[in-house]
């Protein structure tokens, strides 16, 4: 893969080249590369199973690569693990604050971990409270937390000591709307008022659009493509075309709208039908026609301009909540 | 170094006062011993007759033992606090920091070892109190809590060792059950040697607990030889720094399973 030219002051904050590994049967990372430059707020989008935790791991030091390399804040993941894991601030998929302790016992002890002392280290976890709306709950068991103030308290962890580089796998998975929403505004924030480089993972299309500069879209352990949100959309020539179906012949429907000239692509997902056309308003009498030949009953039409969802299907072939939920399920 | 004992203890204060956060925990912690000494003692108040014993007190004889008893139990189910904190994530969350996994391994060692030193040391103020002797005075009675304490330190790594390799409380469970019982059986915390059976005899010389209870009863009786308690206290010290190893070994084979 060509990278683009970098300005020559810049450093790129995390670099991973062919990174690869293997557990058991499964080849988890099958040559993952790409580059995220200083100060960039950087997404690793893909559906469940693809390696976006495998990716983080081996770049929080937590796991080796079988091969291929990768260095954080310009120190090589295997060779200076000590020197990443002082410059880096990782919150794991699985929440890791311990709930039998406060929430600014937590903060406290991180910030030891990594050298705060005295006024500094007070200071900087009542800044963090704050920030993180905890200020209330700081001194009250975690244990009694709601699951969004968990992970914002996860997420304050990663933090204490001001790291370069903050890796978020999956921040949101699991909250519910509206937490996720707090978290966002949160993380937009974030990333505009610390000067910080953020690689965050998730399987939320709509998340990796809204808050990342630039993503990596990842399908079974590869990065299948590198750009910004609009680049990557603008990049897809056509409209979107999404049929609700009103049975479950998915297959018949697909069938029939291949067939056409002007479908570019097609997916099904349950009972939707995603088609990619070079233009819609020509091509949705066609597509209704020929899903009339076929049988197949329609409830519905919406023609949209091409989402990410578009994108991972152009470049993998597949529908993404279909992989998914398969991953979910592996 | 100074910065693996400050790590170290950091981690150790985060233990205990979660610990002490567990109201029921700290109350049997504390009632334990006393359910022992008195269960023990009374089961077994006439088995002095048999002779071996070096005293006629049955009290006198089993007082370092209990201490021994509870010291390498709690060592030996230590390891759980390390199967919750693979479950929940928080040692994953330390491993990514520059915390040392040694300091992980000397602070839940350490923990063990005060928890069994507040534990012996009630015992021994039980006992006092109920009429137990300790031939060898007040020295005598910090040699019984520094045996108690090296045996739970020692216990305490293999079970974070397993812990680490387990991950699981079932297996844990099992494990510890399969060690604890036969190791105390094969010591003369509950008998005199010399009732044992001979293979007993001769195992024991090879079970941690056995030093133990050598090292803690040898000044609880008349007739004291202190370099026999400096040995047996100096093989424990080993067989600490040994699992202690192990612990930390464990550590690096966990995370290159991760």
Known sequence: ?330 | MPELAAQSWFMLQRQGRNLLRERVWVALLLIQPLVWLVLYSQLFTRITELGGFGTDDYLDFFLPGVVCMNAFFAGSWSGMATVTDLDRGVIERFLATPVRRSALVFSQVARAATQAGIQGSILIAIGLAIGADIAGGVIGGVAILVAGMLLAAGFSGISHALALIFRREATMIAAANFIALPLMFLSAILIARPLMPGWMQAVSRFNPVDWGVRAAREPALPGTDWLVVASYLGLLAGFTLLTAGFATWAFRAYQRTL
């Open chain 1, 1 to 330: 893969m060509e990278y683009p030219a970098l300005d020559s002051l810049a450093v790129d904050a995390i670099v991973a080249e062919g990174l690869e590994k293997r557990y058991g049967d499964v080849q988890a990372l099958a040559g993952v590369s790409f580059r995220v430059r200083d100060g960039e707020f950087f997404g690793l989008l893909g559906p469940n199973g693809a390696g976006k935790s495998t990716t983080t791991r081996v770049l929080v030091t937590l796991t080796r690569p079988d091969a291929g390399r990768a260095a954080v804040a310009g120190h090589d993941v295997v060779r200076e693990p000590e020197r990443v894991r002082r410059s880096i601030g990782y919150v794991a998929q699985a929440s890791g604050v311990d709930r039998e302790a406060t929430g600014r016992e937590n903060l406290t002890l991180q910030g030891r971990v990594h050298g705060l002392r005295g006024r500094a280290l007070r200071e900087r976890v009542d800044e963090l409270l704050s920030v993180f709306g905890l200020s209330a709950a700081a001194d009250r068991v975690v244990r009694g937390y709601s699951g969004g103030m968990k992970r914002r308290l996860d997420v304050a962890l990663g933090l204490v000591h001001r790291p370069q580089v903050l890796f978020l796998d999956e921040p949101t998975t699991g909250l519910d709307p509206e937490a996720r929403t707090v978290m966002w505004d949160e993380l937009e924030r974030l990333a505009k008022v610390e000067r910080l480089t953020i690689l965050l993972t998730t399987h939320y299309l709509e998340e990796a659009d809204r808050l990342t500069d630039r993503l990596a879209i990842v399908s079974r352990g590869r990065v299948v493509v590198e750009g910004t949100a609009e680049e990557l959309k603008r990049d897809l020539r056509g409209d979107a075309v999404s049929v609700e179906l009103a049975d479950g012949r998915g297959e018949a429907a697909h069938a029939a709208v291949t067939a056409l000239g002007s479908v570019l692509e097609a997916a099904v997902d349950g009972r939707i039908l995603r088609a990619r056309v070079v233009n819609g308003g020509a091509a949705v009498p066609g597509i209704l026609a020929a899903l009339e030949a076929a049988g197949v009953p329609v409830e519905s039409v919406t023609l949209a301009r091409p989402s990410l969802d578009d994108v991972y299907l152009h470049h993998t072939g597949h529908d993404f909540r279909s992989d998914d939920e398969a991953g979910l399920r592996a």
